[in-house]
């Protein structure tokens, strides 16, 4: 898996065998698409033709683009060509240097894509495609080039194999560093572009969201919490402090001046392992929630709701949280609330049903197994209900949790989606254009289309038709 972040002067022609733009509609094939200044500047396949984001490409320059693209697309000669510029009809073959970051994959090593290079001459003088460099194309023979994944649900203070050995860095700068810089690289290896981090005591999701920022190195995209909100003495303290109800304003506040990107408030406790449907319950009244959520909204703050037992996300649907997490043991009638209300809902099944894994499960008493699968598979069957009611699903890992490493759950979490009945395609856009939607930050596209942030994967076979293509990401590329 190779890593290209694109810096803010650089054109890439990237060419695929299919191109899924992100909606209902199956891959094209034959794609081109050009990305340029960090966006996606124009889009060429063989059925919709050419479509130019008019801010970033106008007149002349759309003219000239349209016309290489077409010949790129069509040129059989350069096929299974893999160094060298590519010799469009009376151009000269110029040799440039590769003007991208290559970003060490997951076993740190520099993968140089298969890239050609065009010439700056073959664009006019003066020309916005020319940025600095070579133009550069890259070819990617039997692959789909679609959007970035999103995970909606993370936790990147954690590592999800050791939760004290987590905690323990939290106290040293350089180790909260390199945890969260190895859960970002974890994460951007499997195609995921875009996290929401659901908060820790430490701060680790705010420093991520700068630290990427910044670009040191490239990552996904972060969405931060800061702190959690929940009640003193309950569930949660490695989220957030304590608060007394009169604290509640106050706190969304300080979390607003520090720039967080939405509101994480703990509604419910943990679900049993020992005792089915048992759930620790509401931590806040229906007031309180609703104080929570005017406050966040008038700061222009989403709320996310760690909610499970009906009671609790109930509460939470009527409180007007934009999303509720987790979930566990949601009934019909709420999911019907949901579904009115236009509330997503980000199940998070692979924290529950991986604690059944080789390695998890030894620590459990059979009575304990046999709780965990009943609460996983009740699960499944609830977001199959939700699909048919309606509800939208986004794909949340819970990553960092007992289990759930960042990056390698997320295929997990989409084949329990599969088993919960939703059929591939339903799959890709829970994975992407409903996280985006779910996330709401204009930076996550969640779709490829003119204008839109280079936030892309490009992946071996086709998960249109099989969900565990997934498995198999080849190129992830990002605006840097």
């Not at 698409?33 to 479509?51: K, N, S």
């Not at 000269?92 to 590769?98: C, L, M, W």
Request: hydrophobic share 40%; proline share 7%; with cysteine.
């Amino acid at each position: 898996m190779t890593v290209l972040a694109i810096g803010p002067e650089q054109t890439l022609l990237v060419k695929a065998a299919r191109l899924w733009r992100g909606s209902p509609e199956p891959p094209e094939k034959d794609a081109l698409v050009c990305l340029h200044r960090g966006r996606v500047a124009a889009v060429f396949t063989g059925t919709a033709g050419m479509q130019v984001d008019q801010t970033a490409l106008w007149g002349d320059d759309a003219v000239r683009l349209t016309d290489i693209m077409r010949r790129i697309l069509t040129d059989t000669k350069t096929t299974g060509r893999e160094d060298g510029p590519i010799p469009l009809p009376g151009q000269p073959d110029t040799a440039h240097r590769h003007p991208f970051t290559c970003v060490p994959a997951g076993d740190g090593q520099r993968q140089p894509p298969p890239c050609r290079t065009i010439a700056p001459r073959l664009f006019p003088p003066g020309c916005s495609c020319t940025g600095t460099g070579a133009v550069r194309v890259l070819e990617l023979p039997g692959c789909m080039l679609m959007p970035g994944l999103v995970d909606c649900h993370v936790h990147l203070a954690l590592d999800g194999r050791d939760f004290n050995a987590s905690r323990e860095r939290w106290n040293d700068r350089a180790g909260v560093q390199e945890l969260i810089g190895a859960n970002l690289s974890a994460a951007l290896e499997r195609g995921i572009t875009a996290v929401r981090d659901g908060g820790d005591l430490a701060l680790a999701g705010l420093a991520a969201r700068d630290t990427v920022a910044a670009g040191r190195p490239p990552g996904p995209l972060v969405l931060a919490s800061g702190h959690a909100l929940r009640r003193r003495g309950e569930y949660g303290s490695f989220l957030g402090p304590g608060l007394t109800p009169a604290e509640l304003e106050t706190a969304v506040d300080r979390l607003a001046g520090r720039g967080v990107d939405q509101i994480k408030v703990l509604v419910s406790g943990l679900v049993s392992f020992r005792e089915y449907r048992r759930v620790g319950g509401p931590q806040f009244s229906a007031g309180e929630l609703e104080r929570i959520v005017n406050c966040a909204h008038s700061r222009g703050l989403k709320v996310m709701a760690h909610a499970s037992g009906d009671e609790a996300v109930r509460l939470a649907v009527e409180a007007g949280a934009d999303s509720i997490e987790h979930g566990y043991f949601v009934r019909r009638e709420t999911l019907v609330q949901m579904a009115a209300r236009g509330i997503p809902w980000v199940p998070t099944v692979v924290p529950v049903a991986c604690q059944l894994q080789e390695g998890f499960c030894a620590q459990y008493s059979p009575a304990e197994k046999e709780v965990i699968r009943q609460t996983y598979r009740r699960q499944l069957q609830q977001i199959g209900l939700a699909r048919q009611l309606g509800v939208m699903l986004g794909v949340g890992t819970d990553a960092g949790a007992g289990g759930v490493p960042h990056g390698r759950g997320y295929l997990d979490e989409l084949l329990l989606y599969r088993e919960a009945g939703l059929t591939p395609p339903e799959t890709l856009l829970a994975a992407t254009v409903n996280g985006a939607a779910i996330l709401g930050a204009e930076n996550v596209p969640g779709t490829i289309a003119p204008g839109k942030p280079a936030r892309l994967i490009a992946v071996r076979g086709d998960p249109w038709r099989d969900t565990g293509a997934l498995a198999d990401v080849r190129y992830v590329i990002i605006a840097r």
